[in-house]
């Protein structure tokens, strides 16, 4: 694996441990109600963070922590979200799945937010040329017809829809197979939508191979759809991996970590050591105030 | 002028006045002009801001409610408002949501109309009213056309409201004309009070019963009230509130003395019984007023069944004018 600049390595592994910690908060009785953590998934967002610029729009999903991370660099906020303290990003009304700050926004109600950022992409195209709207998804989202309303919508209309599929191979339980039929490749075909499939699980790699797509969503709008072809680590929300345990799905971090280990080792200190900060300090805040709306 | 005029030159100011909104939905551009004609002219001066959508319901509120997230205002036209329920998700879980889910206030600009209502032989699933389904949603509000409320008016108040709102369009109503200032008819004249449009026998004293209906029913509604005076001797008021959701009459000050010097208040309204808006009405008539109410309210709905498609069939289903002057003679002799 490429080696990578140290503040890209610190947030990927700001997240990872992120996620590591709201699961043993969990296991602590700490948390309330469920989350979804990204574990294995964390390169995808920060591969595209540089080439994803302040005038975009960003519509994330229930597995939205790393996309929300490596957007502000804010885990305070977030996790006092999850907390439901003082300081949350939205007062603790929205919780993991559906947050909202400036141009980011999530929902939990899979394939809702494709239309919504359609119609966010055709006042871009209006007003803000060179801007896009980028919606991460999952493989079993594309069973939700709102997908396809959208995409349908947004090649019609010419719109700078970037669409990010997380295709980890499974939704929730079920293994894409046993919900998928066809791919996602050929169901973009259909609709003449641009299709780019990635495996690389390198940083550097991954955004050498799709900057240019993205620049073309800027400069020739219509959709695009990058399907990252991914790796669930961790369980759906908590303790609910019923995936046999002798399989273990490739993790990019252990290849990185063999590759540079001493650079992990002291940036994974660094991340640990600031996530148990945060952690400590967003506990001790009094609850979130929702100020009405 | 006919409502269905009104309504267009409604949007037509609006898009003249606001280069922020959008009109979005299906067949609505130029030279058809939508299923109803409600559209027609639009797309020729706005070319840009009216947009013929695919046959997606879905996408059409998502995209509206994308572009009003995105500080733009959006109007869609749902080609019958039973199709609706397509959009269901978007409407209720993510528009209505969205203006208070995030902590802060997200303005969320948003008409959704629906052109509703039977009478037209248009079957089972082309002439529902649906506005239950929408009731007591957090963040919706619900109105609906009537003959006295110019329409640039209530748009206008929608989008200020900056929280999705349904309107609905009863399609009969469409062909009728709006009631110039005052009168009604030669017996009956009309004024303002608050949002509510009051109807009321000229000259009369205290009345022996009083309707409420959304605007669809407004006529039905004046029709049964001339017979009810003409064979039965019996005056009534009656109240056609432009928002219908929420709606607390008996929290307008202005019509508390006429709800309280009644004989019986009959609410009416197309659309099943079961969990509706005229029960809820009801509800806040009994709770707001009792020890004051001389009877308990009466109720109107459709018969309990589908819409059928035959006209004599469809009749015997949907609300008439006799239906509403028979729960009212009932109410007040039976
Ligand atoms: C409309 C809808 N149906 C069901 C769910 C429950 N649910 C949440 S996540 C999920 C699986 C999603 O799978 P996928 O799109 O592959 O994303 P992943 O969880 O793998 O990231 C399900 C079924 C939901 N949130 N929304
Ligand atoms: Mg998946």
Wanted: net charge negative; with cysteine.
């Amino acid at each position: 694996m490429n080696g990578l600049a140290d503040e890209d390595l610190a947030l990927l592994l700001l997240i990872r441990c992120f996620e590591r910690k709201l699961l043993a908060l969990f296991e602590q009785g700490e948390l309330n109600g469920t989350t979804h953590t990204c574990l294995g998934q964390e390169y995808v967002p920060v591969s595209l963070r540089p080439l994803l610029r302040d005038s975009d729009w960003i519509f994330s999903n229930h597995r939205g922590h790393g996309h929300y991370l490596a957007r502000f660099d804010d885990p305070e906020g977030l996790l006092a979200e999850i907390m439901g303290r003082k300081g949350a990003v939205c007062d603790g009304v929205g919780g993991s799945q559906h947050l909202r700050r400036g141009r980011y926004l999530s929902t939990g109600v899979q394939g809702q937010s494709m239309p919504v950022a359609a119609g966010v992409a055709l006042h871009l195209s209006r007003h803000e040329p060179g801007a896009l709207a980028c919606a991460y998804i999952g493989d079993g989202t594309w069973g939700e017809g709102a997908v396809y309303e959208a995409l349908n919508l947004a090649a019609l209309w010419r719109l700078p829809l970037l669409v990010v599929v997380e295709h980890n191979g499974i939704a929730q339980s079920t293994p894409t197979p046993a919900q998928m039929a066809g791919t996602v490749a050929g169901r973009a075909a259909a609709f003449g939508v641009r299709h780019h499939a990635i495996d690389a699980l390198d940083v550097t790699a991954v955004r050498r191979e799709v900057a240019p797509l993205i620049e073309t969503v800027r400069t020739d709008p219509g959709p695009l759809v990058l399907e990252f072809r991914t790796h669930r680590l961790g369980p759906h929300s908590k303790g609910d991996d019923v995936r046999p345990p002798g399989v273990r799905p490739v993790d990019w971090y252990a290849a990185y970590r063999a590759a540079h280990p001493a650079q992990s080792a002291r940036v994974e200190a660094a991340a640990r050591d600031r996530v148990e900060r945060v952690a400590a300090e967003v506990a001790a805040r009094p609850p979130a105030v929702w100020g009405g709306a | 002028m006919r409502v269905a005029e009104n309504l267009n030159r409604a949007l037509h100011g609006l898009l003249g006045d606001d280069p922020s909104v959008y009109v979005l939905g299906e067949d609505i551009l130029d030279p058809y002009g939508g299923a109803f004609k409600i559209t027609k002219g639009l797309s020729e001066r706005f070319p840009g801001r009216v947009l013929a959508t695919p046959l997606s319901e879905g996408a059409i509120a998502g995209a509206a409610a994308g572009l009003a997230l995105a500080g733009e205002k959006a109007v869609v036209e749902i080609m019958f408002g039973d199709f609706a329920a397509l959009a269901f998700d978007q409407i209720v879980n993510f528009a209505a949501k969205s203006v208070t889910m995030y902590g802060r206030r997200v303005p969320m600009p948003l008409v959704v109309r629906c052109p509703s209502g039977g009478h037209r032989g248009y079957g089972p699933t082309h002439s529902q009213t649906l506005q239950k389904h929408f009731l007591g949603v957090p963040g919706l509000s619900l109105f609906e056309v009537t003959p006295f409320h110019d329409n640039r008016g209530v748009l206008d108040r929608m989008l200020a409201l900056g929280e999705p709102c349904l309107l609905f369009e009863d399609k009969v109503l469409y062909t009728r004309p709006m009631y110039g200032e005052g009168a009604v008819d030669e017996l009956f004249t009309w004024r303002l009070v608050d949002d509510v449009a009051v109807v009321e026998l000229a000259g009369g004293g205290d009345p022996d019963y009083t309707l409420i209906v959304p605007g669809g029913l407004a006529h039905r509604a004046v029709s049964a009230m001339r017979t009810l005076l003409l064979e039965h001797d019996l005056a009534g008021a009656l109240l056609v509130p432009s928002r219908l959701h929420p709606f607390d009459p008996a929290g307008v000050p202005g019509l508390v003395p006429l709800l309280a010097r009644t004989g019986l208040v009959c609410v009416a309204e197309d659309g099943t019984a079961g969990g509706t808006w005229g029960e809820h009405v009801a509800a806040g008539l009994h709770t707001r007023l009792w020890g004051t109410l001389r009877r308990p309210v009466a109720l109107v709905s459709s018969a309990a069944s589908v819409i059928p498609t035959a006209v004599h069939l469809e009749r015997e289903v949907l609300v008439q004018d006799t239906t509403i002057r028979s729960a009212v003679l009932e109410g007040l002799h039976g």
